[in-house]
């Protein structure tokens, strides 16, 4: 039996492969029985899983994880008419909003539960990946920060926060190599979904040994209330992430232009190409090295 799990990174197609690839809709690549969330066509398959939980509900502390109660549990959840198991969270590479702090205690519990497994890793151009994690931020955490405090956290020694080196993807990357061994971590551009779909699926069913459908939807999954975000980032400090709150700036949303929101995300964009300069131009001169895309076409800073 063949394990993928997915990793992340957030704000990176999650949804778009948690809806056409991991939901059992191809036949050689199926979830966990009984996964997935009511409501929504895309399955997280044993998202919660490498977190555990104990019998009042509470996720357990980092010290008291059973790997070997979690490894039982996969597989009596796993189909046994599947050529592939998924596993998907992208959070397991570890949250932005707290600096990714936990993304190398997943990387072991993952190895501890399933050390036989493929991993998918999803990368996406540092400076989209921000904006997207900074407007999510701002409707769904009711952040009310400016961009500039986000990259910037004050209060790190208070909780963990969003962090700009937890985007120097080579540092996941090359512990996952050591652990699983390089042959069986697989990197993909996020920006290769924009291109044609099948070259972004390509590699995943390459690296398992899996015939890839010939099509697949290239409607996007999970798209974000752009224009009520930028309403947001017009005037953050008013932000409490109440409803009625959110529900204000939602309707402020809608007043606003297309066009004023592109601009906006562009000049956002600008703001951190000229405040970030190469901060991550070393390491994506790595990534490109370990993946052998021509990363600085994808408009990383290489």
């Not at 956290?153 to 926060?161: A, D, I």
């Not at 690296?207 to 010939?214: G, Q």
């Not at 409607?219 to 409803?243: F, T």
Request: proline fraction near 5%; charged fraction near 20%.
């Amino acid at each position: 039996m063949k394990y993928l799990v997915h990793i992340g990174y957030p704000k990176a197609a999650s949804t778009w492969l948690q809806t056409h690839l991991f939901s059992g809709t191809i036949p050689s690549m199926r979830p966990l029985l009984a996964s997935g969330k009511k409501n929504r066509s895309y399955v997280k398959s044993g998202g919660g899983m490498f977190y555990d939980h104990d019998d009042f509900g509470c996720f357990l502390n980092v010290f008291n994880f059973n790997a070997v109660d979690v490894r039982k549990k996969i597989k009596s959840l796993t189909d046994p008419a599947a050529q592939v198991t998924v596993l998907s969270n992208e959070g397991w590479c570890g949250h932005p909003f707290a600096g990714g702090v936990t993304g190398k205690a997943f990387s072991d519990r993952i190895y501890a539960v399933l050390p036989e497994a493929t991993i998918l890793i999803i990368v996406r151009n540092q400076l989209d990946m921000i904006v997207s994690a900074y407007l999510h931020f701002l409707t769904q955490e009711g952040g009310n920060l400016t961009l500039d405090e986000f990259i910037r956290p004050v209060k790190w020694f208070h909780r963990p926060s969003f962090t700009l080196s937890h985007l120097n993807y080579m540092n996941v990357i090359r512990y996952y190599d050591e652990l699983f061994g390089r042959d069986r971590v697989v990197v993909v551009p996020f920006e290769l979904i924009t291109k044609s779909t099948e070259s972004f699926v390509e590699p995943i069913f390459a690296a398992l040994d899996l015939t890839a459908p010939e099509s697949f939807s290239s409607r996007p999954e999970n798209a974000r209330n752009v224009s009520h975000a930028i309403a947001i980032s017009l005037m953050p400090r008013l932000n409490s992430g109440h409803p009625a709150v959110q529900a204000a700036f939602e309707s402020g949303g809608k007043l606003l232009s297309g066009r004023f929101v592109k601009r906006r995300k562009v000049e956002m964009i600008r703001f951190l190409d000229g405040v970030l300069g190469e901060y991550y131009k070393e390491d994506n001169r790595k990534l490109q090295e370990r993946t052998g895309y021509d990363l600085e076409s994808l408009k990383y800073v290489v």
